[in-house]
């Protein structure tokens, strides 16, 4: 957890020089709105006013957790295994995606509850799942920085291959319920405000999850002032994976595209153990998940994309790339005003 030490702010010279460079387009000033500042974002990160996102990989943290015994899912955890080999398998939802977005896709096992064999999983296993939140701790803090450290290790190999962004993608029945928990600890409201449906709960189901993230918010008292024991006491491994993929995007470099609430439950830690963390992320959309708008809110992030999207892999936060992908040809191969005869833009007060 030394390398946290090394996160520093991005240099903003950057963004001011993209925006320069947009504003010399052809077009009304910030007419491309949010996509143009992400752009500068990433010209930030990249530390550069030629930033390319060329290279991009989505890293899916797959794991078990303990608190499906408590019924806050529609199926059992055996579905995750199955999940998860579809997708190291090149063929779920995640996959079909990538394949258009030109992005690979990293299937790490770092907490699943049993051992798979596939040849594009990557074994990262930190214990075979987490402990029901319901009854106590999900990890220790030892587990929960190790789990940490796997997301900043893969990070850190991506970035010698040359990868310039990264999505992040969550797999593990269940997850919902920690993510509720660490989402009403850190926006301070109560269960049934941040608590949603997951993959289709009835009302019946909903009202069981609620008391169950109550139950959990009770037994464990976890202090929003404190992250890594928030994390262990109602996290999970794949959301511990996650918040080391975003310092580790600080680290060394590299955008982090925040998926949907999951991942945002993870970013907003992560924020907390390194508030600089946060230059280096990108919102993919609005998860339809109670609590994602105001995990997005707290990071003083906005996203394009508000479509009720809620299958998570990583799904959502992929969509970002082909806008980003649009920005890029604006920025890099639209007229502008010093060869098109057009009279430039000023800004009016």
């Excluded at 096992?109 to 402990?131: E, P």
């Amino acid at each position: 957890m030394d390398r946290i030490k090394k996160i520093v702010p991005v240099d903003r010279k950057y963004a001011d020089l993209a925006q320069a460079r947009w504003d010399s387009v052809a077009k009304p000033l910030r007419s491309f709105g949010l996509l143009e500042d992400m752009w500068n974002r990433i010209a930030a990160v990249q530390r550069t006013d030629t930033p390319n996102i060329f290279n991009r990989a989505v890293v899916v943290m797959c794991a078990d957790n303990g608190v499906v015994a408590e019924g806050v899912t529609q199926s059992d955890n055996t579905v995750t295994s199955v999940c998860v080999k579809d997708i190291a398998c090149g063929r779920s939802n995640i996959n079909v995606l990538a394949d258009v977005y030109r992005a690979e896709v990293i299937t790490v096992d770092i907490g699943i509850a049993r051992d798979i064999h596939c040849k594009g999983l990557l074994s990262r296993k930190v214990a075979f799942g987490s402990n029901n939140i319901a009854v106590g701790p999900a990890m220790t803090e030892e587990q929960a920085d190790e789990a940490i450290r796997v997301g900043m290790d893969i990070v850190h190999d991506l970035s010698i291959k040359g990868i310039k962004l990264i999505v992040t993608g969550e797999m593990g029945i269940g997850n919902t319920t920690p993510t509720a928990a660490i989402a009403s600890v850190l926006l301070g409201l109560p269960p049934d405000m941040v608590t949603g449906r997951g993959a289709g709960l009835s009302s019946e189901g909903l009202e069981r999850k609620i008391a169950v993230v109550k139950r959990a918010i009770k037994v464990n008292s976890p202090f929003s002032g404190d992250p890594i024991e928030l994390l262990s006491k109602v996290g999970s491994y794949e959301i511990a994976g996650m918040v080391g993929l975003f310092l580790g995007g600080a680290v060394y470099g590299i955008t982090v595209v925040i998926d949907g609430v999951i991942s945002a439950a993870a970013a907003a830690i992560a924020a907390l153990i390194s508030p600089y963390s946060v230059d280096y992320m990108l919102a993919g959309h609005v998860s339809a998940e109670p609590a994602g708008r105001g995990l997005i809110g707290k990071l003083g992030l906005h996203a394009v994309i508000d479509g009720g999207l809620k299958l998570g892999e990583g799904t959502g936060g992929i969509l970002l790339l082909p806008l980003l992908d649009g920005a890029s040809a604006i920025y890099y191969n639209s007229h502008r005003f010093d060869v098109s005869g057009i009279e430039r833009y000023v800004e009016l007060k």
